[in-house]
T-cell receptor, first 115, second 114 residues
Framework: KAGVTQTPRYLIKTRGQQVTLSCSPISGHRSVSWYQQTPGQGLQFLFE???????NKGNFPGRFSGRQFSNSRSEMNVSTLELGDSALYLC??????????????FGPGTRLTVT | AQSVTQPDIHITVSEGASLELRCNYS??????LFWYVQSPGQGLQLLLK??????LVQGIKGFEAEFKRSQSSFNLRKPSVHWSDAAEYFC????????????FGGGTRLMVKP
């Protein structure tokens, strides 16, 4: 069974631009979560999508948005990029869709560099 | 606010020695606790999880962790470390009715001396 895939793996953007990252969950998994990982702030939850609806949202500005498609694939978008948005963005999928956390499988991440 | 603390940023152990990585959480109700490992350039891999029941949980790669409610701790242990265990380890907590949202600790980087 294929794991969680994220594209692209590496990305370099300029301040002020916008970027879209993609995540394909494991087949049959309907929950997709996104995390930002930086040396200074560590791993921080961005948002979770389930059945094309945002179920939870972390404490990030509105420049960070996401969506989920009917095939459970998810995208996250960051508009008006800032230098501080440079990070590893991790996607995780889960089969568990109840209100409690289940086992999540993480992708390898997309390394975003903002110059 | 809920939080997770991993007091040790770096730990170095000799190969074959025992290991204990500390994790403390702050949360009013019973948490859902996880330990993940991240090797360089990789995503996170789940080592073990605790939801309820037996407070000593076994995971993959010979790791175990013990939930101690009185100390708000969930420390990770391994009796004999292998060089391939060198990586960064993250403790995380989830909550009832919060879906798959996790709060992570700052991580502990483990180095293994030959």
């Amino acid at each position: 069974k294929a794991g969680v895939t994220q594209t692209p793996r590496y990305l370099i953007k300029t301040r002020g631009q916008q970027v879209t990252l993609s995540c394909s969950p494991i087949s049959g998994h309907r929950s997709v979560s996104w995390y930002q990982q930086t040396p200074g702030q560590g791993l921080q939850f961005l948002f979770e999508y389930f059945s094309e609806t945002q179920r939870n949202k972390g404490n990030f500005p509105g420049r960070f948005s996401g969506r989920q498609f009917s095939n459970s694939r998810s995208e996250m978008n960051v508009s008006t990029l800032e230098l501080g948005d440079s990070a590893l963005y991790l996607c995780a999928s889960s089969k568990v869709t109840s209100g409690s956390p289940g086992r999540q499988y993480f992708g390898p991440g997309t390394r975003l560099t903002v110059t | 606010a809920q939080s997770v603390t991993q007091p040790d940023i770096h730990i170095t152990v000799s190969e074959g020695a025992s290991l204990e990585l500390r994790c403390n959480y702050s949360y009013g109700a019973t948490p859902y606790l996880f330990w993940y490992v991240q090797s360089p350039g990789q995503g996170l891999q789940l080592l073990l999880k605790y939801f309820s029941g037996d407070t000593l949980v076994q995971g993959i790669k010979g790791f175990e962790a013990e939930f101690k409610r009185s100390q708000s701790s969930f420390n990770l242990r391994k009796p004999s470390v292998h060089w391939s265990d060198a990586a960064e380890y993250f403790c995380a907590v989830g909550y009832n009715n919060a879906g798959n949202m996790l709060t992570f600790g700052g991580g502990t980087r483990l180095m293994v001396k030959p």
